[in-house]
């Protein structure tokens, strides 16, 4: 399949890269900064673009088969849209193109899993250290709702650099009230890979952890 990857150059991105060249996908990453990637191949390409610009976001998508979406940024600290904004204009992009299957990533606590990161970050981080982006990530959640696409959300728990280790929780009872519940972003891109292809959580919002 032909997938376009937003937010290719992150931890959860490179990921989806990697794993989706080693089963036979033909990704496209779209990057601001072409450098932080490998060169191009047969079967890799790279698009430069900012997801604020719809153009180079519709460049990108025409031609392919699915999205999936691991888009972030560093500017927690202070009032952003990005994350809504961006996604907006990539359902806008994927309408256009007649790309249907969206597969995006957000993370436990938002939405109806509100509480489930555990303590720590149900009263300390999220509201104090990453309101804004929290904030962002609940309307990211709602354009991708509100779309007419084929989309999957896919809730993760802390993100980890560990590997693959192919056993992990999903589904909408996943966290815990408690306590941290953690995944590494290599099992995270490779759920997220596989629910291109599957409709067990077609227009769910299933959290994912080990």
Not at 135 to 159: A, C, T, Y
Not at 173 to 181: D, E, S
Request: proline share 4%; net charge positive; aromatic share 8%.
């Amino acid at each position: 399949m032909r997938i376009l990857v937003i937010g290719a150059t992150g931890g959860t991105g490179r990921e989806i890269v990697r794993q989706g060249l080693d089963r036979g996908h033909e990704i496209t990453a779209f990057v601001r900064k072409p450098r932080r990637m490998p060169g191009p191949s047969a079967s890799f390409h790279i698009v430069r673009g900012n997801v604020l610009d719809p153009a180079s976001l519709d460049k990108a998508v025409r031609g392919q088969d699915a999205v999936v979406c691991a888009l972030g940024h560093k500017r927690w600290l202070g009032p952003s849209r990005i994350l809504s904004i961006g996604t907006a204009h990539l359902v806008q992009a994927m309408r256009a193109h007649g790309v249907r299957r969206l597969v995006c990533e957000t993370s436990l606590g938002v939405g109806n899993s509100f509480g489930r990161m555990g303590l720590y970050y149900t009263f300390f981080v999220v509201p104090i250290i990453l309101p804004f982006y929290f904030w962002d990530k609940h309307r990211q959640e709602n354009v991708v709702r509100e779309s007419e696409l084929e989309w999957v959300i896919v809730r993760p728990g802390e993100l980890t650099n560990g590997g693959v280790r192919g056993r992990l929780r999903a589904g909408s009872a996943v966290g815990n009230w408690l306590w941290t519940v953690r995944i590494s972003r290599a099992d995270v891109a490779g759920f997220m890979l596989k629910q291109i292809q599957e409709d067990t959580f077609l227009r769910q919002t299933p959290g994912v952890s080990w």
